[in-house]
């Protein structure tokens, strides 16, 4: 028997890039999902149709960040599995520039998707998880620990996520509620679709010590660590190849 049968995964942005493969790797482990997209579209559809062929797996589409989807979300977990082990609010995306190009709305934008969805759906799906304990998985980044320039306000929600954690472990402890943080540095998916040849030059010759890019895989086994280990909670681990680390 896979050592997660019978427990069950809601992910936000699962359908594409670090959420689908935090869902693979669940999956493979025989977790059971309920997955969020934005858009049902043909990425997502392929994603959903290859992870069911491993587990079950339940779909709501929508924007992440509304308090009504956190609450259907929790309630397809509940009805259609009978409980809730694992949160990972996954759903994102960039926001480039420096504080002066940015309006009142990007910056309510930003914090809407990255700090209050994480709010709405752990209070939706608290009740269940401290019926159990679990483990919750926020999606942080490498920008959040290290100032970063032309990317305030990315920086600034992402560095939210890390005091947000820490107050959620400590406050749910003595529930079995675990809550860390995944922070990953360049990762190769379309949130780095931008980058241009000379940037990624850059930033193999001079910004990351091991020379190379990183995978999905690789904030997704570091996740999967992080979601099952009993023993640790309110920590943050950062996938960046070394990047955050070096001093020149």
């Known amino acids: 028997m896979a050592r997660l049968s019978g427990h069950v995964a809601i992910i936000t942005g699962g359908t594409r890039g670090i959420g689908a493969a935090l869902a693979n790797s669940l999956a493979a482990e025989g977790a ?8 049902d579209d043909a990425e ?9 062929r491993l587990t079950a797996v339940e779909t709501l589409y929508g924007d992440a960040a509304d308090p009504a989807l956190a609450a259907a979300l929790a309630e397809r977990a ?14 994102g995306g960039p926001h480039p520039g420096k504080i002066l190009d940015h309006t009142l709305e990007t910056w309510d934008a930003a914090f809407r998707i990255h700090v209050d969805a994480v709010f709405h759906l752990f209070r939706a799906a608290h009740p269940a998880l401290a019926k159990q304990g679990g483990a919750v998985l926020l999606i942080g980044s490498a920008a959040g620990r290290r100032g970063v320039p032309g990317a305030v306000l990315y920086a600034t929600v992402k560095g939210a996520l890390v005091n947000l954690a820490r107050a ?20 190769r998916t379309r949130f780095h679709a931008a980058m241009t040849p000379e940037a990624e030059r850059n930033n193999l010759d001079n910004r990351i010590p091991l020379k190379r890019f990183g995978t999905v895989e690789n904030v997704a086994t570091a996740g999967l660590e992080l979601l099952t280990n009993p023993f640790i ?16």
């Open 168 to 187: 959620l472990a400590r406050d749910h402890a003595h529930e079995n509620i675990r809550v860390n943080v995944i922070a990953p540095g360049i990762i």
């Open 78 to 91: 509940t009805t259609r599995f009978g409980r809730i082990d694992y949160v990972i609010p996954a759903a």
């Open 32 to 39: 059971r999902l309920v997955l969020n997209g934005r858009n």
């Open 44 to 52: 997502a559809k392929g994603t959903v149709a290859a992870l069911a």
């Open 233 to 248: 909670t309110g920590e943050t681990l950062v996938i960046d190849g070394g990047m955050s680390m070096r001093m020149v």
